[in-house]
């Protein structure tokens, strides 16, 4: 939890950085056209910025950034699996998607994009809150409309290091989910639908790093997953309130989902390792300082709250590391 708040060179932290290119174009790509759509944004766009809260690490391999500017997702919609190339040229942007959720994730794209979004609603207070907006005019918060594309990966990262939840979440995707449709020449996947993942035995989350209880809990949530997709068309707190349902799921867990799923500008993340010193530090010089605090410092913010706590990450305004890191485990050694 803690390594993704700090900007880093080199890969996306989940909710503060941006899609740094890692490699080349996927294979193929130039020799199968898909379906296309474009469109034009209301202001300035950064798709790394937009976007790159989806990466779950350098390797995920549902999310790609090539050398070119592009942004590759593979997703399982409602209709089945899709890949979606998303590009921007000039004050345009253009989808290209494969698959049979082609067309569900190209009639999405604005709201991928962040067009539901209203960056005018936050009126900064803070000194460090102006200039970080104004350095970062691109900011929008992405809807992609889809639950357990965010809340399993979520689920994974709870209580353990960003490396160890990475790690485990490539390893099952690969394993267990399709390869994307589309010219990625078979380096890209599609996470598993829900009865894949019902059905990975126990050793299989043993060797990927997951203990039971955050394999149960993800057991319980594709169980219901019909139930959950269809918090999509409710509030953030509504589809909150039934993710938290889920026994193991809890109120930083369905944050993090509902961040990504319905772009909650409001949804701060609480009960977070590391967040409340780095609000506390860059607003109040404050690095002890805890939920009750962080939330204290937000509440100017209220009803953007999620998008103050994002610029204040990109600011890279953090306290120094007192302490070493959080070792990391792997629980299929033993």
Do not use: C, N
């Not at 965010?150 to 989910?177: C, H, M, N």
């Not at 993090?256 to 609000?279: C, F, K, M, N, Y």
């Amino acid at each position: 939890m803690a390594g993704r708040f700090s900007p880093r060179p080199t890969r996306t932290t989940v909710r503060g950085g941006d899609v740094v290119v890692p490699g080349g174009v996927p294979r193929q790509a130039s020799q199968a056209a898909g379906r296309v759509r474009s469109w034009v944004p209301d202001g300035t766009l950064d798709l790394g910025l937009v976007l790159g809260p989806l990466r779950r690490g350098p390797g995920d391999p549902t999310f790609r950034a090539t050398a070119d500017g592009s942004v590759w997702r593979a997703s399982l919609t409602p209709v089945g699996p899709g890949t979606l190339r998303v590009s921007a040229h000039g004050g345009e942007v253009r989808g290209e998607a494969w698959g049979p959720g082609a067309e569900w994730l190209l009639e999405r794209l604005p709201d991928l994009l962040g067009a539901a979004d209203d960056p005018e609603a936050f009126v900064p207070r803070h000194r460090l809150l102006a200039v970080a907006q104004h350095r970062r005019p691109g900011l929008r918060l992405t809807r992609t409309g889809l639950v357990l594309e965010s809340l399993i990966p979520s689920v994974l990262e709870q209580k353990v290091t960003t490396d160890e939840a990475y790690r485990a979440w490539r390893l099952l995707v690969r394993k267990f989910g399709v390869p994307a449709p589309g010219p990625v020449g078979g380096r890209m996947w599609v996470m598993p639908a829900p009865r894949a993942w019902a059905l990975i035995p126990s050793w299989e989350w043993h060797r990927a790093g997951v203990d039971d209880k955050r394999a149960s809990t993800i057991l319980r949530a594709v169980r219901v997953a019909a139930r959950l997709e269809q918090a999509v068309a409710m509030s953030a707190e509504d589809a909150r309130a039934r993710l938290e349902v889920v026994p193991g799921v809890g109120v930083w867990t369905s944050a993090e989902t509902v961040q990504r799923s319905h772009g909650a500008a409001d949804a701060v993340t609480v009960g977070d390792l590391h967040l409340p010193g780095i609000v506390g530090w860059a607003l109040a010089g404050d690095r002890d300082a805890d939920d009750s605090v962080m939330l204290s410092l937000l509440e100017p913010y209220a009803g953007q709250r999620h998008r103050a706590a994002r610029l204040i990450l990109l600011s890279g305004r953090t306290p120094d590391r007192r302490a070493p890191k959080m070792p990391r485990g792997d629980i299929g050694k033993l």
